[in-house]
């Protein structure tokens, strides 16, 4: 159906940058909307941004001003750029997709640390 592979995690210092890479395949055209999320330990997953097919994006008020989503069409992949990177943003981030039937897919998570 649809496969997500995430990608561009890694070990950054405070106030450093990353751009997550979300890459799709299968039925990728059933797709109505890709998200973000996060999980921290300890934590429940929470909602970072979300981008529709029509182009519309909304960011989580924790993240707003320092992370865009995005997309390349032509890759069909879809990005995270974070910026001005916190300690409290350790996560693994997660691609979600959800199709025009409903159906939601998930990525395997990419691991983000901010540590000096």
């Known amino acids: 159906q649809v496969q997500l592979v995430e990608s561009g995690g890694g070990l950054v210092q405070p106030g450093g940058s990353l751009r997550l890479s979300c890459a799709a395949s299968g039925k990728i055209f059933s797709i109505y909307a890709m998200r973000w999320y996060r999980q921290a330990p300890g934590k429940q997953r929470e909602w970072i941004a979300t981008i529709i097919n029509a182009g519309t994006t909304n960011t989580a008020d924790s993240v707003k001003g320092r992370f865009t989503i995005s997309r390349d069409n032509a890759k069909n992949t879809v990005y995270l750029q974070m910026n001005s990177l916190k300690p409290e943003d350790t996560a693994v981030y997660y691609c979600?997709?959800?199709?025009?039937?409903?159906?939601?897919?998930w990525g395997q998570g990419t691991q983000v640390t901010v540590s000096s």
């Open positions: 979600n997709a959800i199709l025009t039937s409903t159906y939601e897919y």
